[in-house]
């Protein structure tokens, strides 16, 4: 049996390098579902909005933002907003366009509605 010393093995700092990099690619993959599965609420706490991301049979991706207006589950209508005119190459460039949208009109817009 040969054993080789500790240091010429295993080093810490590349180890801690590998693990970051990996949970760092774990939490955007998951914090990018969370986005769309989240509602964001304005002030007034009568509106929401959450993030739709749709691919098209071209390969490109659009977005669309669903509101709920009501302030608790029993009376709560839905709709959305949609704006196919917008075609992003990428998912990530379609979902960083809808956040900004969905958070400006529920913190400008539709602030106090």
């Given at each position: 049996m040969i054993t080789?010393?500790?240091?010429h093995t ?7 390098s590998?693990c ?6 774990v ?9 769309e599965?989240?509602w964001?609420t304005n002030r007034?706490g009568?509106?929401?909005?959450r ?18 207006s ?5 009376n ?16 990530s ?9 969905a958070?400006q009109?529920?913190t400008?817009?539709?602030?106090y509605?």
């Amino acid at each position: 049996m040969i054993t080789l010393p500790l240091s010429h093995t295993f080093s810490p700092e590349k180890f801690i390098s590998a693990c970051s990099i990996k949970l760092s690619a774990v939490v955007k993959r998951f914090g990018d579902q969370q986005d769309e599965n989240y509602w964001l609420t304005n002030r007034s706490g009568n509106l929401s909005f959450r993030i739709q991301l749709h691919q098209l049979p071209s390969g490109k991706w659009t977005a669309g933002i669903l509101t709920r207006s009501g302030t608790f589950h029993g009376n709560h209508r839905f709709g959305s907003l949609n704006s196919p005119s917008e075609q992003f190459r990428t998912r990530s460039q379609a979902r960083r366009f809808a956040l900004k949208l969905a958070n400006q009109m529920a913190t400008l817009r539709y602030a106090y509605q």
